[in-house]
């Protein structure tokens, strides 16, 4: 038996939102795996499906730029809030994400860019923790490109020009008016960055979240008593609702809550006159699967796990 530990318990009340006793038990029957307690309370409705990446706690910096038709997104790391503030991470991590435009999502292949002023940019993000003290990391880029269209970026919260700590592009190939290229490609980027989709298609969803999914469905479906077929049906139908929600294509779009996201775009193209498909989008929240260490813990906390 995997000792369970104040530390645990904290962390998957903070994922899954479920009570502190609640969180101990999942953690003891699950044995202290952390993704089996969190289905163990889904099984029983005590949680919600988490994205456990937007409960996460990493610093430092999302930088977005476009340039002409293509777009870069990158995720800087420090230590702590405070260095996300400095002027000079500021600058690296707003220089490093122009030179992605060029370099691509490979980060080694960034790292071993040409820095401006000399050297490349593993050496300068190498000489920013000597001067500014504190750890900091190139953890990830992505670019995206269109042949005709454009490509719109928008940042939540922004802290400074093209940084903070979501960061949205939304790729729109075809031939419609730049203006209404921007203006839904900035609603759609929004969205994104509030709603959170997994895949851009239904079919582009991981088979392994949907086995995932399926699992912990069957399961409270099995405790319903109703015969089998009935449960079949209702597995079926609460896969495909998870699929519905989590592909961006086919979420409801969260400014007026009722229209698909495929819909907005085709209502779009058809006021603009022109074709309007989306071929890619990039969300980068800051601290995405990061799991951040903390060491004071609240005294119900302990008394949960001691009780």
């Not at 670019?143 to 790729?171: F, R």
């Amino acid at each position: 038996m995997a000792e369970i530990t104040a530390a645990t318990v904290k962390e998957l009340r903070e994922k899954s939102g479920a009570g502190m006793m609640d969180c101990k038990k999942a953690l003891t029957e699950t044995n202290g795996d952390m993704d089996a307690a969190i289905d163990w309370l889904r099984t029983k409705g005590l949680a919600t499906a988490a994205k456990k990446s937007s409960r996460t706690a990493a610093e430092g910096l999302v930088g977005v730029a476009v340039k002409g038709t293509k777009g870069a997104a990158v995720e800087v790391n420090s230590e702590t809030d405070f260095v996300a503030k400095n002027e000079q991470f500021q600058d690296f991590v707003r220089t490093v994400t122009a030179l992605a435009l060029a370099a691509g999502d490979d980060v080694a292949a960034l790292g071993g860019a040409s820095y401006p002023g000399g050297g490349t940019v593993s050496e300068k993000l190498t000489s920013n923790v000597a001067t500014i003290g504190e750890n900091q990391t190139l953890r990830r880029a992505k670019v995206v490109e269109v042949s005709q269209g454009a490509v719109v970026s928008y940042m939540h919260n922004a802290v400074s020009s093209g940084l903070g700590k979501i960061g949205v592009l939304v790729a729109l190939e075809g031939d419609a008016p730049p203006a209404e290229m921007e203006a839904v490609g900035k609603q759609i980027a929004m969205h994104i960055a509030a709603a959170f989709p997994l895949a851009l298609n239904e079919s582009d969803l991981d088979p392994t979240v949907i086995e995932r999914e399926r699992a912990i469905a069957a399961e409270k479906a099995a405790e319903s008593g109703k015969p089998a077929d009935i449960v079949e049906k209702m597995v079926e139908g609460s896969v495909a609702k998870f699929r519905k929600e989590n592909a961006l294509l086919s979420q409801i779009f969260v400014i007026d809550n009722k229209t698909p996201i495929s819909q907005v775009i085709a209502n779009a193209a058809k006021a603009a006159g022109g074709s309007i498909t989306l071929k890619d989008y990039v969300r980068f929240q800051l601290g995405e699967g990061i799991e951040k260490e903390t060491s004071d813990f609240a005294a119900e906390v302990a008394a949960a796990v001691k009780g």
